[in-house]
């Protein structure tokens, strides 16, 4: 299985991934782990954090001469920011006269972020204890991570790419077909969206929401090409690929909602206009549509997996919401910290991310394998055998 766990807070030193269960024998090199995190750091409506950093993963284990060793990789990203945290953010404690300014405590929970929950969870009073690892900046190290599922994914010709397809309330009128280089036309636009009448729109959107003092949030869709029928499985619950794909996805901070396919949609319509009828075709089985999203049963259909999600505003408010200091219990205004008004194209790559590590995990669970090329001759011998079952007319 591809498994991974993060560390790091948002202005510590770094950001760490630890990735086990890849085969041995994959290519790997930091730019292709770099490239996927300059496309995190971008996107019409980022905040001032994001002109000090420039994410790089260092490769710290693993990795030799550009392969994978089948051994832990540990990827580390530096935050620029923490020069100008070294004392707020030390691991040592503190000694002397300390000013408590220069500790950028946290006493005014914001509403919708994890401060308040979590000081009372945890016991704490400054909320900072809270927010530096609830922070989005954690997705950092997400990216990294997925970028090495992304790495094993291509091997078998998996494909995936991203898109937003609503921002603030703006929807884009979505192509028939979208792009096979789905990321080349998303890239291209500053909200990473396909439709340049809406694109222009939610940036006009953005900036009204910044001169309001407010934020905006919206719906990504993530598209995967070329995954063979049968990942997943229908047998269990928590090896449905469904399952935990959506809980994947709804793991990245400030998701609320996942929907796979036409999602929730097709709670509205008849059978009749949902399920995806089966034919033949040149290839074999084919479907007349793809309303499940690439999805039956839990179990992979070898059409494109589609998966969208809801990300709500940032609740960093610049024009903030009410709240109660944690110190005192009396009313006041919830923190103003630096932050994004719209993070939402980089949630789309970091939904990639999530959902390229899922996959990865079902392909190992399915196709096993110590090196790449054991991994190749499992997939092949199962792809002839498929290619025995997908003509049932000759
Ligand atoms: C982020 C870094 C953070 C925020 C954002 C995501 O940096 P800073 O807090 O120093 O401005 O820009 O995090 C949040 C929106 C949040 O609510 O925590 C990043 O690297 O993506």
Redesign the pocket.
Known sequence: MFRFSTAGE??GPVLISLIEGVPAGLPVVAEQIDRELRR??GGYG?????R??S?RADIRSGVRHGETLGSPIALQIRNR?WENWTLAMSAAPLEGDVDEEDLRPVYLP?PG?ADLVGVLKYDRYDARDI?ER???????ARVAAGSIAKRLLEEIGVRIGSHIVMLGGIEAKLPDVVPEDLNASSDASPVRCLDPEAEGRMIEAIDDAKRNGDTLGGVFEVVVRGLPIGLGSHVSWDRKLDGRLAGAVMSI??IKGVEIGMGFESGARPGSRVHDEIVVDDSGYGRAGNAAGGLEGGITTGLPVVVRAAMKP???LMRPLRTIDIRTGERGDAVR????VC?LP?AGVVGEAMVAIVLASAVLEKFGGDSLGELRRNFEAYRSYLSTRVSPSS
Do not use: F, N, V, W
């Not at 609830?134 to 950092?140: L, Q």
């Not at 910290?337 to 994004?340: A, F, I, K, L, T």
């Open positions: 948002s202005h995190r750091q980022r905040g001032g954090r994001m000090i950093e994410d920011d914001r972020h927010l609830a922070s989005a900046r954690e997705t950092a901070q400030a940032i609740s960093t910290e630096r932050s994004d993070a980089a």
